[in-house]
């Protein structure tokens, strides 16, 4: 296993669209989290799943934002009516239930113009 | 969870230790002191994590002191590629999220 994968590592996008990211985390583990990230600023979490069930999402997650992790593996995350303020860094995490260390994803960069 | 202080930026040379600190006053029984690294374009990467005294792995070392309100994270004989952002954390062993803070910028000069 080479760690957690995202998918693309970069999207451009117009104001208006949506936008869909994956997220593949390390096989064994069964968290999952999102967080976003902009520039200067600290990771900012938004959501996590244990298996497929979503436990927590953060007021940063407006109704524009759904995610999703169908089968307890690979997760998206999705943004309907993408706007300039949604330009960021997208991070994926992974862990172990019973674990501290958090494994990141290389991130997906969006620009929305 | 705790709310951590730490140097906004810091500068070094290659080859000596480094160290950062942070403060976390408010810090709860049964939080953790946990240290991420991030380079730019890429996600943050787990260094090390301690709840007192001192713990030391094949990266750095973490220093806590008895009353816990501050932590150390020092980093031995620094290269050019220790250049990153490091963030201080202070959270429940187990904890289904982190919050970060803006971290420390450490540039590290030839």
């Known amino acids: 296993d080479t760690g957690v994968s995202q998918d693309p590592r970069h999207k451009i996008t117009k104001r208006g669209q949506n936008v869909t990211f994956r997220c593949d985390p390390i096989s064994e583990h069964n968290r999952l989290y999102w967080y976003r990230q902009t520039l200067g600023q600290g990771p900012e979490f938004l959501t996590y799943?244990?298996?497929?069930?979503?436990?927590?999402k953060s007021r940063l997650l407006s109704d524009r934002f759904s995610a999703e992790r169908p089968k307890g593996s690979f997760s998206t995350l999705e943004i309907q009516r993408t706007e300039q303020g949604d330009s960021a860094m997208y991070l994926c995490?992974?862990?172990?239930?019973?674990?501290?260390?958090?494994?990141f994803g290389p991130g997906t960069r969006l620009t929305v113009l | 969870l705790a709310k951590t202080t730490q140097p906004i930026s810091m500068d070094s040379y290659e080859g000596q230790e480094v160290n950062i600190t942070c403060s976390h006053n408010?810090?709860?029984?049964?939080?953790?002191i946990t240290w991420y690294q991030q380079f730019p374009s890429q996600g943050p990467r787990f260094i090390i994590q301690?709840?007192?005294t001192k713990v030391t792995n094949e990266v750095a070392s973490l220093f806590i002191p008895a009353d816990r309100k501050s932590s150390t994270l020092s980093l031995p004989r620094v290269s050019l590629s220790d250049t990153a952002v490091y963030y201080c954390l202070a959270s429940p062993g187990g904890d289904d999220k982190i919050i970060f803070g803006k971290g420390t910028r450490l540039h590290i000069l030839p």
């Open positions: 995490a992974s862990s172990l239930a019973t674990g501290n260390e958090q494994f």
């Open positions: 301690g709840y007192k």
């Open positions: 799943f244990q298996n497929e069930a979503q436990l927590e």
């Open positions: 408010n810090i709860a029984t049964n939080d953790y």
